[in-house]
């Protein structure tokens, strides 16, 4: 029977998305009453379904008047940057059906807590393990339940069902009419279980095949497919700078746990990063530039101030709109509404901004890093001797594959 080995990574990494969540823990099943001895079985094998069903969370009624409502919430908060989620139709529901999930979290590019020791913000793509299904019934926004496996198995769809398997147990799932995820088939490697063709859970049939049959099951679940997701980004606020981000999480001239550029290469390999050694105006030392390539809107900058571990005078954080550039030294992170270069404090601790003009036509220029010395800006935020200056800037080339 084919199985896949527990991926160390996947797990660590989910179990951290379990605690951004709030929900740590693990999962008894609903809707059991219509198999003989069902009850028992879940307590012993547990599914994908049973935490949710323990928790109450299965078809339950949200405050919620949109999906939108799932990832900004009505007082205010979010679920924050590098939340996946997308829409999908499931077999037997004319309703739309809404996936949400931070599994797979390997830290992000906007935690406090991680940086800058983790850059990485999830791929969209990445095999997922824990997510919330929510439906949208007559207008009212329903918390289907959330599915979580033992790691071993992403979760998958195929044909508007959802793979949602375990080490010891084949799992597909539906949401039935009324707004609850249900089990459709469920097949344990004792080979007991039951088997369904619809979303109505009167319709399950005991499972009375053996181990050919088992396996044709899973072969059905090899052939599906990981789910597509978005990823929610940050909204960059209207006249927000690209270094307001880096400001906001007190990330400016922070310590890393990095001794040397190398060795910064080497622990952030498995991030899937891009690094550059760039010369930044106004500091005299090389400057290590990195760029997670799931996050191109995104570059830290690290340098070496002669303690025991790398600095990161701050990162840069644009709306996407212009690349990131670079041109005698000088950094150009623009935006939409907004002009801006960057320098580093000579002390190797500090990104600065060396221009700012933003679309109302206010700003201030400066030929140094010392921020007192700031002149206001008495021109206009299209004025060509700025956007000039942003094109003829190179990107930066991130092609570096060793300090040395």
């Keep these: ?12 990494a989910s179990a951290g998305a379990l605690a951004l969540t709030g929900l740590v823990g693990t999962q008894a099943v609903v809707g059991a009453e219509t198999v003989e001895s069902i009850d028992h079985r879940m307590e012993v094998n547990e599914s994908s379904l049973t935490e949710s069903g323990d928790r109450g969370m299965v078809g339950t009624v949200e405050d919620m008047d949109s999906f939108h409502d799932v990832l900004f919430r009505k ?38 807590d991680t940086f800058p020791n983790t850059l990485e913000l999830k791929d969209p793509n990445h095999e997922i393990y824990d997510m919330h299904v929510y439906v949208n019934i007559g207008g009212k926004i329903f918390h289907a ?37 249900i089990h459709k ?21 005991d499972f009375k095949g053996g181990e050919k ?16 997701f978005e990823m929610l980004e940050i909204p960059l606020a209207e006249n927000a700078s690209s270094l307001t981000l880096s400001g906001d999480l007190k990330s400016t001239g922070k310590k890393s746990f990095y001794n040397s550029f190398q060795n910064c290469i080497d622990l952030l ?3 899937r990063c891009r690094y550059a050694k760039v010369k930044v105006a106004g500091y005299d030392g090389d400057v290590l530039a990195v760029q997670p390539i799931n996050e191109p809107r ?3 900058f690290f340098t070496d101030t002669g303690d025991e571990v790398l600095r990161v005078p701050g990162f840069l954080y644009t709306d996407g709109t212009y690349p990131v550039k670079i041109k005698d030294g000088v950094i150009y992170a623009c935006n939409k509404n907004s002009f801006e270069t960057y320098m580093i404090t000579p002390d190797g601790k500090e990104l600065v901004h060396k221009d700012y003009v933003n679309s109302s036509n206010w700003g201030y220029t400066n030929d ?3 921020q007192s010395k700031r002149a206001d800006y008495k021109g206009s935020f299209n004025d060509s001797k700025l956007w000039d200056a942003y094109n003829s800037a190179s990107e930066i080339n991130f092609n570096l594959t060793s300090w040395e």
Excluded at 105 to 111: A, D, E, Q, V
Excluded at 213 to 228: G, H, P, V
């Design 1 to 12: 029977m084919k199985r896949r080995g527990i991926s160390v990574f996947a797990g660590l």
């Design 75 to 112: 007082d205010g908060s979010w679920l924050g940057a590098g939340t996946l989620y997308t829409t999908t139709k499931l077999k037997g529901l004319d309703a739309e059906v809404f996936f949400e999930t931070q599994s797979g979290w390997n830290g992000s590019t906007i935690s406090s």
């Design 145 to 181: 339940g959330r599915l979580q496996t033992d790691f071993t198995h992403p979760i998958k769809i195929k044909d508007g069902v959802i793979y949602a398997c375990n080490e010891k147990s084949f799992e597909t799932y539906l949401v039935s009419k009324d707004g609850s995820l």
């Design 185 to 205: 088939d469920y097949v344990d490697d004792d080979l007991w279980g039951y088997t369904n063709d619809t979303n109505d859970e009167k319709n399950k049939v």
């Design 213 to 228: 049959e088992y396996q044709a099951l899973w072969d059905e679940y090899e052939s599906a497919s990981n789910i597509k």
């Design 269 to 271: 390999e498995s991030q």
């Design 298 to 300: 995104c570059v830290y």
């Design 368 to 370: 140094s890093t010392d």
